[in-house]
């Protein structure tokens, strides 16, 4: 004889001992129930594939990032919370509507010409409805990607805007081989840190920043004053709290414009398990989902203090993934080996298995250092005392901003 599901009531008996007997039972059957759900499910889909893939595509988690909430504007102007690709999208598609509207319009003026010329409209209108057809399913066959991965930013997209307000950021002149002044505050205690930095930014020279009773106490302007007299193209002033690295400040040289970064969870590379030690090669530069404007002015600022020429043969890579707006560091040496036997094949978009790839795999080491960064504030000059004007304060981070977690600024 089966034992049936007991009531609610009954577990809430006075007897302790019955009322763990009961509520074991009861966990049992509802296992069992699981269990027997699970198989004849498993069974059905062997049957039917189709019911797997539906309930596969109905139980996707849905994130915060998948919940982003957009400014429905046509605008892409800095601090503007719109996604660039999709607004450049949209606006082909308006373009396009109306220049068949206007064709449309202009048939319809002609409906008296000779029965031959409408006959030759009519088939250049079919040409150019099957060409927008075929761009329109060439847009959708991307979007229908199994494993979805972060898409990489598209500078080309940087709106006509932010060339105007940032001409030495976006020049239409090759850029130059970057070179970095990287300093402390007053004080400092954090060579070493600073030292970690210079490895990790190519062409860089670290100068400790005195605080003596004695010695000259320079500002900001006249540091970047002094590395502009000597052909530098950056400077990167760190501040520290506790013998840690808390904040980071990238100026563009000449004249600006400033990023005030905020860094968290800082880890050494020596502290890393498993780790690599970095060589002097030129490591390259991935830039992961960027997409609004004030994205694409950071990912442009970073883009400039990397050498635009990567030294392959040193196999490293610098990754900036930015995440809810939040900015993970990390840098990887690479290798490509050879497939173990117990390693599957990889599988393209299409869920088929990528030819040419059957044997090979990718192996990643970590290099370090790994940290965290927020951008907190953009000012148009040097520093917010080198600004000057109604726009001297082009962004700036408030708390306000974090009250709807489904809105992102970068």
Known sequence: MGFNKPPVQALKSANKLKRRELFVQHKKFKDKEQRELRFRRRKEEDRDPELKAARLAKNKPLTIDQKRVWDDVDDDSLGVQVDLEKLKRRRIEEAEAAEQAAAENSEEDDDDDVDSMLDSDEEGDEAHQAALEKKRERRARRDNSIAPSTTSTNLDLTPSSLAVKF??????????????LIT?????????????F???FPNSNYIPR???????????REICRFAHNREYTAVVLIREDQ???TGMSVVHLPSGPTFHFSITNWVEGKKLPGHGNATNHYPELLLNNFKTP???LTAKLFMTLFPPRPEFQGRQVVTLHNQRDYIFVRRHRYIFRDKRATEKSIIGADGKELKGVEDIRAGLQELGPRFTMKLRRVDKGIGRAGSEGDDALQWEWKAKMEKDRKRFNL
């Open 184 to 196: 402390t505050s007053l004080n400092s205690t954090i060579h070493n840190e600073a030292e970690l």
């Open 210 to 220: 005195s605080g003596h009773r004695y010695a000259h106490k320079y500002s900001l």
């Open 294 to 296: 004030l994205g694409l």
């Open 243 to 245: 013998k840690k690295p």
């Open 167 to 180: 001409p030495t950021l976006f020049s239409d002149l090759p850029p130059p081989m970057p070179k970095i």
């Open 198 to 200: 210079c490895g990790l």
